[in-house]
């Protein structure tokens, strides 16, 4: 009889993570410039009909007949996403997390986060990590891959919309990219966020940084945009304030006329990825309406959904990366870049700190099982 194996996992609390480099930028976006090349080649798997889902979201009632049960409330939502990523990774993963605005009343973070890496083979969890850093790093390192491959030649501003978490390492990924850079431009609805924001990254990037008071001025000179902002004033756009060339990336809600989609080249993190949202919103009974507020690329794929953009206009940077697609056509073409986050990149970056929390013997491990009672 064959012998019942034992399986232990890796445990990674937040601080063995941060020992692990979880907040390494510049290691994080180069894991990401591979992952993109991966996806480009498609050696990768997300979850839904095809196989592009961003993941399965749990969202709560206005009310219940069941006291205990969670009402609706500001981004207050679980969620699960899962991946599998090949090439060096060859692994499975998973990040689930719980979201509610109302966590900072109690002394928590809005979401808490948590990622389990597992044996491609066998479905043995390899590692458990706490995944808030985790997931900060791996979406802000996202723009940083976008401006190596679509930055114009001669990029030198860079205008940051929003001095929150995310935007953090959006502005490092893009700086250790950009090596042209030369002033950084902030604002940020409370000056405040703005100024501490500019104190903690002039101490790693010795550049010229002017605090702006208001969007447009914070936009109009700038080679290289990112906006990450969240709350309840909407970012709004207009096209006229772009440059020529610049690139406009978009982390998180903005908004722009529908001819800013139209004349502008779209290059979306995955676009088969937000092709498969709009699928699935087609199935709910309030049609594409039910990801109005929620899925940040409703206004284009409204737009695709009712044939005014054609899908061969909408790229994504996994074909840049692997050489399918050119990257710019010229340099002053503007390109929006809208990142949506992938379960692929939680599992890339996850897997590196695994990797590197292993070299150093970090964590702890504990027993699945000493031999599967059932095996
Ligand atoms: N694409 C992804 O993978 C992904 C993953 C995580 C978060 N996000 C998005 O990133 C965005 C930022 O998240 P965060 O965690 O950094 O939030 P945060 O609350 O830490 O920071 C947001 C900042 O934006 C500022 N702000 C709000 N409205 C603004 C406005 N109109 N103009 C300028 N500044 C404004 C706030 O004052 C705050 O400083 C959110 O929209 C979030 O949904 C995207």
């Not at 009402?71 to 997390?97: E, I, Q, S």
């Amino acid at each position: 009889m064959m012998e019942r194996k034992k399986t232990t996992f890796l445990f990674l609390n937040e601080s063995d993570m941060i020992k692990a480099g979880v907040l390494d930028t510049v290691g994080c976006t180069r894991v990401m410039d591979e992952m993109f090349a991966l996806i480009g080649r498609g050696d990768y798997i997300m979850s839904g009909h095809n196989k592009n889902s961003h993941g399965a979201l749990i969202t709560f009632p206005e009310k219940s007949p069941f006291p205990n049960m969670p009402l609706a409330g500001p981004d207050r939502r679980y969620m699960a996403m899962p991946a599998y990523l090949g090439g060096r990774f060859h692994m499975t993963g998973v990040k689930w997390y719980g979201s509610n605005t109302k966590n900072h009343e109690k002394g928590l973070p809005r979401s808490v986060l948590m990622v389990c890496l597992n044996d491609a083979d066998t479905g043995e969890p390899v590692a458990l990590m706490s995944a808030n850093l985790l997931s900060s790093i791996r979406t802000g390192s996202v723009p940083g891959v976008a401006a190596k491959y679509l930055a114009r030649e001669g990029a030198e501003s860079v205008g940051i919309v929003g001095c929150g978490v995310i935007s953090r390492s959006c502005v490092r990924a893009i700086l250790n990219n950009m090596p042209g850079a030369k002033r950084v431009c902030l604002y940020d609805i409370y000056r405040d966020a703005a100024e501490k924001f500019r104190d903690e990254i002039k101490a790693e990037f010795d550049l010229e940084y002017i605090i702006k008071d208001d969007l447009k001025q914070c936009v109009v000179d700038a080679d290289v945009i990112s906006i990450a902002a969240s709350g309840a004033v909407k970012v709004r756009v207009e096209e006229e304030w772009l440059k020529p060339g610049c690139l406009f990336t978009v982390t998180g809600h903005a908004e722009m006329d529908q001819e800013f989609f139209q004349n502008n080249a779209i290059v979306f993190d995955h676009w088969p990825m937000h092709k498969c949202w709009l699928e699935e919103s087609l199935l709910h009974e309030d049609g594409i309406e039910s990801i109005r507020e929620t899925i940040s690329t409703y206004p284009v794929l409204k737009m695709f959904h009712e044939g005014h953009i054609r899908e061969e206009e909408l790229h994504s940077l996994g074909d840049i990366v692997s050489g399918k697609v050119p990257a710019r056509k010229n340099n002053d073409e503007r390109i929006l870049f809208i990142s949506g986050g992938m379960p692929l990149e939680d599992v890339a970056w996850g897997f590196a700190c695994y990797e590197e929390a292993v070299k150093q013997g970090l964590g702890q491990e504990l027993c699945l099982w000493d031999g599967a009672y059932w095996a």
